[in-house]
């Protein structure tokens, strides 16, 4: 193989390990767990692992019930099933999100309307919410219908964007005013909390993921909670092939092999033990970043005060006016340092998939998808990788600064 010198060769920095922007921390009793299973042959979708996950998620986040799924959009899409969302109805849900969100409601065969976030907190602006449901929506027998397409609004989907709470008071508040469900997507929230309560705690029917990166994680599962005893009922018989007679085989409506495996659910309550300690170091590693790299033309985002966040990926906002460089450019030079770093997602009223949606946007989300990094966040990090990435950040932004052109304009 022939190999090019880079920069990475020249600075050393190809000897050093690679730093992934988030990677799952397995410290605890997984293997112990895992192979409890594998010794007992409880393996797949029915065990006592499932149900003791079930049950302390249902603990942990206040909530009546909870419904193991094989990953968080599963969750998201039975969500929508048991909130009664159907084909045809409208739901709006935040423009800036993973595409899962908005894939869910597609599944439905029901249709996303893209709400732009607020700039401050980055979270769907209930403002616009607001404004949306009362100028562009009408009552008509006893259904709230959307002027533009004529097709029913039935929920709303907000999503705790890099583990921020929305505002959810806010949201919530007009759901009951305009009779509209609500699904929260806390596939990166699990941990956060707002107004001092779980979140979970309070929403219709909340959905979290177990994914490699999230907070906690199983390799792949979802889970979501709810208070209400119909909708978990619902989740329950649709994730489960929809069986009316166990005996006889009976099914009387469509349903979805979406059960989480024993195995799975053994990993997720090993990674629930260790919730606490996983977000309080993701919290340290955002103070880090606050304090450490804390540059011109660098914002990092922080929790507003009726949060605490998990900082699921600590992020800042760059100035390319003032740092010299976009968030782009320094993407690419942490990389040729060994550092990974990633911007947020093309919001989906950008997405080739989803643009054609209606979207009710005023360039916040477009403005953060242009400049926003999220920079390494593992539990796991060391000081000595943090440190790697503070000089990595700081070298970078300071040669950007030296160039001809930056200088000429600053
Ligand atoms: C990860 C994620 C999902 C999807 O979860 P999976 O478990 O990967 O299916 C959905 N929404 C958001 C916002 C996510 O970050």
Redesign the pocket.
Known sequence: MVRIAGAAEVTGETARPFIPLSEPVLGGNEWQYVKDCLDSGWISSVGSYVTKFEKQIAEYTQTRHAVATV????A?HTALMAAGVSAGDEVLVSTL??I??ANAIRYIGAHPVLIDVEPQYWQMDPNLVYTFLRDQCAWTNGRLINKSTGRPVTAIMP?H?LGHPVELTAIMGEARRFNLRVIE?A??SLGATYNGRPVGADGDIVCF???GN?TITCG???MLVTNSDYAASRARYLTTQAKDDAVEYIHHETGYNYRMTNVLAAIGLAQLEQLESHVTRRREIARFYQREVNLPGLTWFRESRRTRGTYWLSTALVDPKVTGLTAVQLREQLSVCGIQARRLWQPMHQSPAFRDCQSVVRGAADHLFENCLSFPSSPNLTSESLNRIRTAVTGAVHAAQQTPAFRRSA
């Open positions: 990953n968080g959009t599963a998201l999100t993973f899962a969100s999503v964007v997507d596939a990166e993921s177990f994914n999230k792949g599962g979802g």
